[in-house]
């Protein structure tokens, strides 16, 4: 299929879209990525449709393939940060500030970009023995900073064996 053709799918998918269409909208984006898994605009669009439609699990998927293929976008940035502020809000906050930084100041995307990350994490530390006077004493803080990526990844390991 030709770029031509590609392109009438695409501005038949968004007529369908601003119609109301939003079943054959999504038949048609869906679609042009069967064509090319490369168009950030059949994804974007993808997104909004699952998104309109309700389908939030589907919609973040399709926002994330078209921020695999284009990170600059800020519309899909911006619509990744609002779904994702109530289910996971340190991802929220990440794409908040990508979008900030090609959209301009949005008062949504500025609160969800200051959602506070925990400064300390309660842990449980077993070297503590267990008293029923004092049952926080196996407890301790750390700083929330203090776990690095490769502490995660040898985490990972161990969870998996």
């Keep these: 299929m030709s770029d031509i053709d590609i392109r009438q799918l695409l501005l038949d998918a ?4 601003n119609s109301g269409n939003y079943i054959e909208s999504a038949n048609l984006y869906k679609k042009v990525t069967i064509i090319d898994d490369n168009s950030s605009a059949a994804w974007y669009g993808l997104g909004v449709i699952h998104a309109k439609l309700g389908n939030f699990e589907n919609s973040v998927n399709s926002f994330e393939q078209a921020h695999r293929i284009n990170p600059d976008h800020g519309p899909t940035n911006a619509n990744l940060a ?12 990440n794409f908040a500030k990508m979008a900030l930084e090609n959209i301009g100041e949005n008062k949504d995307l500025l609160r969800i970009s200051k959602i506070n990350i ?3 994490i309660k ?3 077993s070297s503590h023995s267990y008293s029923e006077e004092n049952e926080e004493e196996g407890i301790i803080n750390i700083p929330a900073n203090a776990i690095n990526d490769e502490e995660s990844d040898d985490k990972e390991e161990l969870d998996d064996k």
């Design 14 to 17: 968004e007529d369908n879209a």
């Design 82 to 93: 609002l779904i994702l502020e109530k289910s996971d809000s340190e991802r929220a906050a």
């Design 118 to 120: 925990p400064k300390e």
């Design 123 to 125: 842990l449980f530390d």
